[in-house]
């Protein structure tokens, strides 16, 4: 699913109650993801009640290899942002698996 997929979705469930374009739901839209990005690289977390947790985290480094000479490589720490599920999204997903 696309940011233009969500904002399609979230115009075509409101347009009836609301005076709004599909180019201005595509905007919301986008603002809240720049929002959550701004968030994300401030290092702190994003929690949506009912949906999860984005949070960043990071990565220890290691010794890799390279694969063609064998020698051994450092790998760097590094940032990584990692989602936590709400157990109430866990709960639907399960639900929805075992129907299909």
């Known amino acids: ?3 233009r ?3 399609s979705r979230i115009y075509s469930r409101c347009e009836e109650e609301f005076v709004i ?11 809240i993801f720049n929002i959550i990005e701004e968030t994300l690289q401030n290092g702190e977390k994003v929690q949506i009640s009912g949906f999860g947790t984005f949070v960043v985290k990071t990565r220890k ?6 694969p063609r000479t064998g020698e051994e490589v450092p790998v ?3 940032k990584v942002i ?3 599920p709400s ?3 866990l709960e639907l997903v399960e639900l929805k698996l075992r129907k299909v």
């Open 87 to 89: 157990k109430k999204l």
């Open 76 to 78: 760097p720490d590094r």
């Open 82 to 84: 990692v989602f936590k």
């Open 5 to 7: 997929d969500i904002a």
């Open 21 to 31: 374009t599909k180019k201005e739901v595509y905007e919301i839209v986008s603002e």
């Open 61 to 66: 480094g290691k010794v890799g290899r390279n």
């Open 1 to 3: 699913m696309t940011k």
